[in-house]
């Protein structure tokens, strides 16, 4: 009987199974030889989104793919499991992607393999190419599996070193990374929902997953929640940095505004989390941003703490951020002149940072602009 394959191992162009799929910059994987013409043409857009792509678009491998389109036949009988110790990276590979493995053996390979990988560009390449990334996110879905608990965290920790790689950002982007670590953000351990956050960061180093990371459903909104409830500093603090990643595509502020992280952002400052800080120095170049944070009492003080004894890039964003609110509001500079902004301005005209002296500098220009509040 033929073998009946599944859709997805067709390419969208020729309709015929991919031999080398590659993924183009908007996501989309399709068969190199019939994107290649496409490209040829002289198109510069993608066939599915019709959303424009750069002059010189990349095609990256999707190896895993091509793995699983060069693999798919009538599933062999695995080997009986053994002893796990001293397996070679190939072996603990194949340990994963084994249907039969017990979650012990998956959880040692994940470890080792972790380990392994971390300093490794080779192995993190063998991983990919072999397609265990699908048994890995798998692992991360589950744990505690089999009475093994630290399935999701090792899983975590891998797909984190994956994700090293520019290569594999897409690449993991377009195998479902982002629906298994946005459930691990909302229903994992502390630790777990560090690692994702960080995750989302090297994730979003990538402009095309900033966009697919914040449409995702619920992806800033759990981040969002993570910077609330978080037990841990170090949550709050990697919830935070995803955060900024995501910012600073435009069209995720709204996004994050809307899930409410204005008030919480303006609050963990005092935790001396400062990376909140340069989060709301993005926010405030929007129209939405401003009027959210003016809405938050005690803003001001906050921002005056910064200047006085955060580091240079927090008193930088805390002055970008106070002269954005004082040009188009008035209560704004009437309480930035009573906290002695004019005057700790003044002073920071001699800061041996020059991004610090030139944001002193406009600001003390804009409150010299407000004549009635000198």
């Known amino acids: 009987m033929e073998t009946q394959f599944p859709d997805d191992f067709k390419c969208p162009i020729s309709l015929e199974i991919m031999s080398d799929p590659v993924i183009l910059s908007s996501g989309h994987t399709f068969d190199r030889e019939s994107i290649q013409r496409w490209l040829d043409a002289g198109h510069r857009s993608c066939p599915i989104t019709k959303l424009p792509l750069p002059d010189h678009p990349s095609l990256i491998p999707n190896h895993a793919l091509r793995s699983l389109i ?223 944070i003016m809405r938050v009492d005690g803003c001001v003080k906050t921002f005056v703490r910064m200047l006085k004894n955060g580091s240079p890039r927090a008193v930088q964003c805390s002055l970008f951020t106070l002269n954005s609110l004082c040009c188009c509001n008035e209560q704004m500079t009437l309480e930035s002149w009573k906290e002695g902004v004019f005057d700790i301005c003044s002073g920071l005209l001699d800061d041996d940072d020059n991004k610090v002296r030139n944001n002193a500098n406009n600001f003390i220009q804009t409150l010299n602009g407000k004549p009635s509040m000198r």
């Open 70 to 292: 060069s693999n798919f036949a009538p599933v062999r009988s695995p080997p009986p499991n053994g002893t796990t110790v001293d397996l070679s990276p190939q072996a603990m590979i194949s340990v994963l992607t084994s249907k039969s493995s017990s979650p012990r053996s998956k959880l040692y390979s994940l470890t080792q393999l972790n380990r392994l990988s971390k300093n490794d560009l080779g192995l993190r390449k063998r991983i990919t190419e072999s397609g265990a990334v699908s048994a890995v996110l798998n692992c991360v879905r589950f744990d505690g599996a089999g009475g093994v608990s630290g399935l999701q965290e090792k899983a975590l920790s891998l797909l984190l070193n994956l994700s090293l790689d520019d290569d594999n950002k897409i690449g993991l982007v377009a195998e479902g990374a982002i629906g298994r670590v946005v459930n691990a953000l909302r229903v994992g351990s502390s630790d777990c929902r560090a690692l994702a956050a960080t995750i989302i960061t090297s994730l979003a180093v990538m402009e095309v997953n900033k966009a697919t990371i914040g449409d995702y459903p619920s992806a800033i909104q759990a981040l969002v929640s993570l910077l609330q409830a978080g037990k841990l500093i170090r949550e709050k603090k990697e919830a935070t940095t995803a955060l900024y990643a995501l910012t600073l595509f435009p069209d995720n502020r709204k996004r994050v505004i809307n899930c409410g992280a204005v008030p919480i952002l303006i609050q963990i400052v005092d935790l001396g989390i400062e990376r909140a800080v340069e989060v709301l120095s993005v926010l405030a170049r929007c129209k939405e941003g401003r009027e959210e």
